[in-house]
């Protein structure tokens, strides 16, 4: 699997302000160091990453729903299928995969939208609807380099087929 970075939120058009974000991707993929699994990133619309680790045909987890699925990353499994049919490359939980690797991965992943998570799109939200006060304090932001340390905690978990 090739590392490969793709950018396609317009960040000015969705009236993110400036932060933590601004020198990041919007979807990144790469093989896990220690494993091999390809692991995704890609943010959501709001602005908060999710993460995930493919398995192949053959793996224990492979075709099993997120809800029974119990591994030990950031808010919990919230996430399993195989590649999203449709949307492009830039945007899809889907990989391409090098010659000679499987192409029929199982994607299982996590979000870092819950409770104390941030997001850019908290902030055009507050200022959208005029609260006095900020509904996004204490919170974090979960950044990319956070979100790679997670698949790679997650790929562990899941390297014994």
Request: one cysteine or more; glycine letters at 8%; aromatic letters at 12%.
């Amino acid at each position: 699997m090739q590392t490969k970075e793709y950018r396609t939120i317009d960040r000015a058009a969705e009236r993110w302000p400036s932060g933590p974000w601004d020198n990041e991707p919007d979807k990144a993929q790469w093989p896990d160091a220690a494993t091999g699994l390809p692991c995704l990133a890609v943010r959501s619309r709001r602005g908060n990453w999710c993460g995930y680790v493919g398995v192949t045909e053959g793996h224990r987890l492979f075709g099993k729903d997120s809800n029974v699925i119990d591994l030990d990353v950031h808010g919990g499994i919230t996430f399993a299928d195989a590649c999203a049919p449709d949307g492009d490359e830039a945007s899809r939980i889907c990989h391409t995969p090098d010659p000679g690797e499987p192409d029929h991965v199982w994607w299982i992943g996590f979000d870092c939208y819950h409770f104390m998570d941030f997001t850019p799109r908290c902030v055009v939200e507050e200022r959208e609807r005029g609260y006095p006060f900020t509904i996004c304090e204490g919170a974090s932001y979960r950044t990319l380099e956070y979100v790679r340390e997670q698949c790679a905690h997650l790929a562990q978990q899941l390297k014994t087929p």
